[in-house]
Nanobody
Framework: QVQLVESGGGLVQPGGSLRLSCAAS????????MGWYRQAPGKQRELVAT???????NYADSVKGRFTISRDNSKNTVYLQMNSLKPEATAVYYC?????????WGQGTQVTVSS
């Protein structure tokens, strides 16, 4: 069983920045594909970004160039740096850990982009 705890969400003005963190309890953290997903009210959960242990990343087109996913395997932590935030980024952001057998989810952290 893997526990994922997200932090760093909050209220930010359009154009602002936030940094989300996700701490994982997983042993052998480095083998997991780590990802961030988000779910806005009334919408399906969608991929934001993923990162594998070697550092290869994948982003949704809507966040490319503004969001950066990174991981620190020594701290069992994955980050999402979000810059130039837009109101449409308002959602609950979920951390995901995938070992290609089981997927684990965090409880989510709310991000609200509003003036």
């Amino acid at each position: 069983q893997v526990q994922l705890v997200e932090s760093g969400g909050g209220l930010v003005q359009p154009g602002g920045s936030l940094r989300l963190s996700c701490a994982a309890s997983a042993r052998m953290f480095s083998i997991y594909v780590m990802g961030w997903y988000r779910q806005a009210p009334g919408k399906q959960r969608e991929l934001v970004a993923t990162i594998i242990s070697g550092g290869i990343t994948n982003y949704a087109d809507s966040v490319k160039g503004r969001f950066t996913i990174s991981r620190d395997n020594s701290k069992n932590t994955v980050y999402l740096q979000m810059n130039s935030l837009k109101p449409e980024a308002t959602a609950v952001y979920y951390c995901n850990a995938d070992n290609r057998i089981v997927r684990y989810w965090g409880q989510g952290t709310q991000v609200t982009v509003s003036s």
